[in-house]
């Protein structure tokens, strides 16, 4: 896979034309507020570019999962908001996706215009024929800059390249650039550091990273899967008993290619994995009959000293219940770490939500190389599958 052969936004004819531009601008909500504008920061780039060239844009772009039905908590409202004073310009929304409204905006001189959510019309997930048709009707030209969508093979994703002239907005191109430099001929050390709750998410990225990498630290409640593997008592803490067998598979595979693997020798240990659950920091023999809420000092120490000696740093997922104070400073300990290689000159990359959440936070967003604005979509970039946006662009530029 190259980017190379991702059509580019600089070959397309925009000038005058109506563009569809599909972003993902699926950000967290509270009651209605946008808690993290990161994905719409990450779309400026591309729809400036085709403004200054004289494009008009009909932007979409889906938000939760309201599967099919209209709902009003899912309505774009507070993102055409906030996309129109990142943009400085008048933000047309519409109420719907390809009705009337919808028509007559993207048919007007207004120059921005935003559709309704997607995943309000039935025919965006189930990839309808019918719907792409209309949705592509709206416009002359096709733009997908929407990296964390292009792992679902949905009607505006997959669709328009086979109706319009099409090509790959700036942040497609980016992340899917950056991330391949993960995969293809990384600098020595490369070490990935990896958390979250579920090994089963992450054991096909493992799979894909044995190859490359030197070394692994894993924390997280999917360490204690792997603790388990190993033959060491967890205590309560969360494991999945039905992957045991497939981690051990996994360590083995690891350590038949040399890879050190680091996991969690002490942990923060609570009775519930609750904010104000009775909890201590102890080696992990001495967990007992409670859980592990985040890695404790030494481990972090160990993970640190890994880090700040590697050239290419990938990490996905936290290390504990960082949202909760008392459980966050193995999360921040990593984050800073990677945060001081990149200072250092390392090459080092955040994916997935719950890490982006956590430098978020931590107030740590600019101290990565690059931060992927991709959940699942840069899970399955990292395991070596095909995103059936990417193969769309592909197709249709052949
Ligand atoms: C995401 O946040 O993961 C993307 O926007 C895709 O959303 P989805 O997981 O609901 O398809
Ligand atoms: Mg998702």
């Not at 995969?183 to 020595?188: A, F, N, R, S, T």
């Amino acid at each position: 896979m190259s980017d190379r052969e991702l059509p580019s936004i600089d070959e397309l004819d925009v000038a005058g034309k109506r563009v569809l531009v599909r972003c993902d601008l699926n950000v967290p909500l509270d009651d209605g507020a946008i808690t993290d504008d990161l994905r719409i920061r990450a779309a400026l780039p591309t729809l400036e570019a085709l403004l200054e060239r004289g494009a008009r844009l009909a932007v979409c772009s889906h938000l939760g999962r309201p599967k099919g039905q209209v709902k009003d908590e899912f309505r774009l409202t507070p993102v055409a908001e906030r996309l129109s004073e990142l943009l400085d310009r008048k933000v047309t929304a519409v109420r719907d996706v390809v009705g009337d409204e919808a028509r007559e905006a993207c048919a007007s001189d207004d120059e921005v215009v935003l559709l309704e959510n997607l995943r309000f019309e039935p025919g965006e997930e189930a990839n309808d024929p019918g719907f792409t048709d209309a949705l592509s009707s709206l416009a002359d030209v096709y733009v997908n800059d929407a990296f964390g969508a292009s792992h679902r093979a949905h009607a505006s994703i997959v669709g328009p390249p086979e109706r319009l002239p099409s090509a790959a907005g700036r942040l497609l191109v980016n992340e899917v650039t950056t991330l391949e430099r993960l995969l293809v001929k990384p600098d020595h050390p490369y070490v990935a550091v990896l958390g979250g709750v579920k090994v089963s998410d992450k054991l096909d990225v493992i799979g894909n990273l044995l190859d490359r990498v030197d070394t692994l630290c894993i924390g997280g409640a999917m360490a204690f899967t792997l603790l388990v593997a190993q033959g060491k008592d967890v205590g309560r803490s969360l494991v999945e008993e039905d992957r045991v067998e497939d981690v051990k598979g996994m360590l083995e595979e690891a350590v038949a290619k040399g890879i050190d693997i680091h996991l969690p020798t002490d942990v923060v240990a609570a009775e519930e994995p609750t904010e104000d659950a009775i909890h201590e920091t102890v080696p992990l023999a001495q967990i007992g009959n409670r859980m592990g809420v985040d890695i404790g000092p030494e481990t972090t120490g160990d993970f640190a000293k890994t880090i700040l000696g590697a050239r290419t740093v990938l990490w996905n997922g936290p290390m504990g219940i960082f949202e909760i104070p008392d459980y966050s400073a193995g999360t921040k300990g990593v984050a800073s770490a990677i945060a001081e290689a990149t200072a250092e000159g390392a090459f080092t990359v955040a994916g997935g939500g719950d890490s982006a959440a956590a430098l978020a936070r931590f107030e740590m967003t600019d101290a990565v190389s690059h931060l992927s604005t991709g959940g699942g979509a840069s899970l399955e970039l990292l395991e070596g599958k095909q995103l059936p946006g990417i193969t769309a662009l592909r197709q249709a530029s052949k």
